[in-house]
């Protein structure tokens, strides 16, 4: 390809893509990229890797094309270019590499003996003739044959491609090589914790499903104070992010974890939400990166110590720790650079013999035992069982509304006051905080009780510690809602929050299970509407809102059960006033299957009458 593309440029753009502004150049910096990749396989020099690739050309062009049926593919299929390769292969390749070392040395006696270059400095170079110390000189290093000679490194990679014919000797070793991506990023692990307890502080229980998936990670961090909080968190952002980068494709190929629907190649904290940082359950209706990565490395961590004990005969003790109790020394974990290296460094023989030029070899049983008693023995299990994340409504039930009633009885918000509430809540993020507040609010009334007639701004900022952040953002709640009022604001906000979600095209129930999410059919919205008018409908739209969230009767109910009974009954279960018309007018045709479409329809209305000023 490079030699015709010197003669004539225009077949090559047509297979080429993207087309290079210079393809000659391209080509030239291929051949070189194959070159180094194929010296680095060989473990030989790049001189050596060249002459390689000219006794191939000669074995080519000398063959006479013999087997011409073999060539015969179709070029334009990927299985036909896969056959002409496996064909080639097959008859020029592998007979190349039998005697592989005598080839060399043939060619390069015939380049020593080249009459051309005998005596010039780069014949010099080529036999690795050596320099008389008289003549070794400073200023003529750069033509100095020493400087020249082709020496292997000591790398993981040279190690590695030594070690594959001791493969089946040393099995624990290989565990370490073959693993090094996942024993580098559970050097991590430790800290991947501590960045779940950082976010379950912050936000168990106090954020909303919703929230989580809208709000991006850079803005979360831009919330945390400035100096060491907002500082710490960033750092463990982006090693997590590191940490998905590298082991996504790993992931790709597992089919016994759960993974998120967008497996980006990177975390990027602009667009990435913060809900992929949270520890979700194994089986939550979406996946977060954070869930999949952890659930990942610890089973990677119990199956590598299931490995060494089986090969080692020691049996399992039945112990694991739970993932809060883990630190850097329970985890299997060896970073390549940092605690491989060393120790093959340290297990390398390094030597020169006259006439073989360097010698490399390593002691691979050594390296093996040094690494299991620095990487396995003391190591725990860990429970796959992690303690995962709430959101706000999951930490709500009918239990908790009872016992905040019972603790104070509760009154309902007047109706000028809930308009003028409401009327101060058109910001979607001001009502989520609002809302957030009067949750942790109800959380400790259900608990500890207090006076009914406190006003419930006053509670929050004197009793609860909560600062400006996190307050009542309407002035109308602040100053008129009480202690006995919490359940009716909580009603009163959740609805408005719904509303503003409605109104911005998200969905309100997105934590809400599919099987009562079935659309209205044509005449169940019409039968509605006709009798909407003679119904409360802004108490219908706030009790069927509480009735989907909060009640904990959800895994008893049948899609296929009476929306009208089943509402009827949770509405005289928590003692609840009736309804103004909805137990002689709302339609029993209605199913509990359509109970969120049934919202959004009595929502829509409410809104349109309250427009009109009805």
């Known amino acids: 390809m490079l030699s015709g593309a010197n003669t004539n440029l225009q077949p090559f753009t047509n297979f080429i893509r993207p087309v290079p502004a210079n393809i000659t150049d391209f080509l ?42 073999v060539w015969n593919v179709e070029w334009t299929s990927t299985q036909g270019r896969g056959n002409w390769e496996n064909a080639f292969n097959n008859v020029y390749i592998k007979p190349l590499f039998k005697g592989l070392d005598n080839r060399l040395q043939k060619a390069n006696r015939l380049v020593d003996g080249d009459h051309r270059l005998i005596g010039t400095s780069f014949h010099r170079v080529l036999s690795d003739i050596a320099t008389p110390p008289a003549q070794l000189s400073l200023e003529t290093v750069i033509s100095l044959p020493e400087m020249w000679q082709y020496r292997p490194s000591v790398s993981l990679e040279h190690m590695s491609r030594r070690f594959v014919e001791h493969q089946a000797t040393f099995p624990m070793l290989k565990m370490f090589l073959d693993n090094a991506t996942i024993l580098s990023a559970m050097c991590h692990l430790p800290d991947i914790f501590h960045l779940i307890s950082l976010l379950r502080t912050r936000y168990h229980r106090n954020i909303d499903l919703t929230e989580a998936l809208t709000m991006k990670i850079a803005e979360f961090l831009k919330s945390l104070p400035e100096g060491q909080q907002r500082n710490e968190c960033d750092m463990l952002v982006k090693c997590f992010g590191s940490i998905w980068t590298n082991i996504r494709t790993l992931l790709l190929q597992q089919d016994n974890i759960p993974l998120p629907e967008n497996m980006d190649p990177a975390i990027d904290i602009r667009t990435t939400s913060l809900y992929h940082l949270l520890p979700m359950k194994e089986d939550a209706t979406i996946t977060s990166c954070m869930a999949a990565v952890v659930l990942f490395l610890i089973r990677k961590n119990n199956e590598f110590l299931d490995i060494y004990r089986r090969k080692a005969g020691v049996q399992d003790d039945g112990n694991s720790r739970c993932w809060t109790d883990i630190s850097a020394s329970n985890v299997v974990s ?7 290296m060393p120790l093959v460094l340290s297990n390398c023989n390094y030597s020169l013999a006259i006439g073989k030029g360097t010698q490399v070899g390593y002691d691979f049983a050594a390296l093996e035992k040094q690494l299991i008693d620095r990487f396995l023995c003391g190591r725990s299990k860990i429970e796959e069982k992690c303690e995962t994340f709430q959101f706000r409504q999951q930490a709500r039930d009918v239990a908790m509304f009872s016992a905040v009633r019972k603790q104070i009885p509760q009154e309902t918000i007047s109706l000028p006051v809930q308009r003028q509430i409401v009327l101060e809540s058109t910001s979607l993020e001001n009502v989520c905080v609002s809302l957030a507040a009067v949750d942790i609010a109800i959380f400790f009334l259900a608990s500890a009780g207090g006076d009914g007639d406190k006003l419930l701004g006053e509670y929050l900022h004197r009793v609860l510690k909560m600062g400006k952040g996190s307050r009542l953002h309407s002035d109308k709640a602040r100053n008129c809602c009480r202690l006995k009022h919490s359940l009716s604001l909580w009603q009163l906000l959740s609805v408005q929050r719904a509303r503003l979600l409605l109104t911005n095209g998200q969905d309100p129930f997105d934590n809400v299970d599919t099987s009562c999410t079935k659309q ?24 069927t809102y509480e009735f989907v969230v909060v009640s904990d009767d959800k895994e008893k109910r049948k899609p296929e059960w009476s929306l009208h009974d089943t509402l009827a009954s949770y509405l005289e279960e928590k003692d609840a006033p009736e309804i103004n018309g909805f137990l002689a007018h709302f339609p029993e045709t209605i199913l509990l299957e359509h109970v969120c479409d049934t919202w959004r329809n009595l929502a829509n209305y409410s809104q349109a009458e309250d427009a009109t000023g009805h």
Do not use: F, Y
């Open 28 to 69: 030239w910096r291929h051949v070189n990229r194959d070159l180094d990749d194929l010296a680095t396989d060989l473990d030989r020099s790049i001189d050596d890797a060249t002459l390689l690739v000219h006794i191939l050309l000669t074995i080519v062009s000398q063959s006479g094309n013999k087997v011409v049926g």
């Open 334 to 340: 060896c970073d390549p650079a940092r605690d491989l």
């Open 520 to 543: 209205l059919e044509e005449e169940h919205i019409m039968a509605l509407k006709k009798i909407l008018k003679d119904m409360d409908v802004n108490t219908l739209v706030a009790e």
